[in-house]
């Protein structure tokens, strides 16, 4: 029996979520969170084998989340559900030790077998994905310019590029606006960029909005 741990900050989407493992034998419902530190408290309380991870929920980031979870209960599999497209966060998902990634546009039968998949101790990302990732080994190097940034980094471009001043985005993110600013530094030089205008643009050309 696979012990399932919802993580959404949506009820509906959690009800959902719930329905669907309760259609599929050999899956369980062990318990539902509502933001990153119940996520982590329930684990903890819980025997769960699997936590369906969503990555925009209150409290530290899911990279956070994932890497805090990896550390302190190396066996449970995390698979991150998602409405972002893979080209934002799937990568860093799964080098933050996801063992899958899956955008909310799949079907029901997909996120089955995604769960049974990571359980059985496999990876599980799309097709294209799989084929992006390959391409970058045989590449030696990702030729995408957020993908050498951090992931606090790459927060920080999302947030400026949405149009957010340093100091509205300090404060959703919890650092100081002197932070977010030698962030913005850091972005602008490894990205070659020289204004918060770049930023908006890069941004909007690939898709990085929230």
Do not use: C
């Not at 419902?29 to 936590?51: C, F, K, M, N, Y």
């Not at 899911?62 to 190396?74: D, T």
């Not at 970058?136 to 001043?165: I, K």
């Amino acid at each position: 029996m696979i012990r399932l741990l919802i993580a959404d900050d949506h009820p509906i989407v959690r009800a959902g979520l719930r329905r669907i493992a309760a259609d599929h034998p050999g899956i369980t419902v062990v318990g539902e969170a509502a933001s990153a530190g119940e996520v982590l408290q329930r684990v903890t309380e819980t025997p769960t084998d699997v936590i369906l991870l969503d990555v925009s929920m209150p409290g530290p980031s899911f990279i956070e989340v994932l890497q805090m979870v990896r550390k302190e209960h190396p066996s449970v599999k995390v698979l991150v559900l998602s409405v972002h497209p893979e080209d934002q966060w799937a990568v860093r998902a799964l080098r933050a030790g996801a063992a899958g990634y899956l955008t909310k546009d799949h079907s029901p039968e997909q996120l089955i077998e995604a769960i049974r998949k990571v359980y059985r101790g496999g990876k599980y990302v799309s097709a294209a994905l799989a084929e992006r990732l390959a391409t970058g080994l045989e590449a030696g190097a990702s030729t995408v310019l957020h993908e050498r940034l951090s992931d606090r980094e790459y927060e920080v471009l999302r947030g400026l590029g949405t149009g957010l001043s340093v100091k509205v985005l300090a404060e959703r993110l919890g650092l100081s606006a002197k932070t977010v600013s030698t962030y913005r530094s850091r972005i602008l030089e490894k990205m070659q960029m020289m204004s918060n205008a770049d930023l908006i643009r890069y941004v909007s050309d690939n898709g990085l909005r929230n």
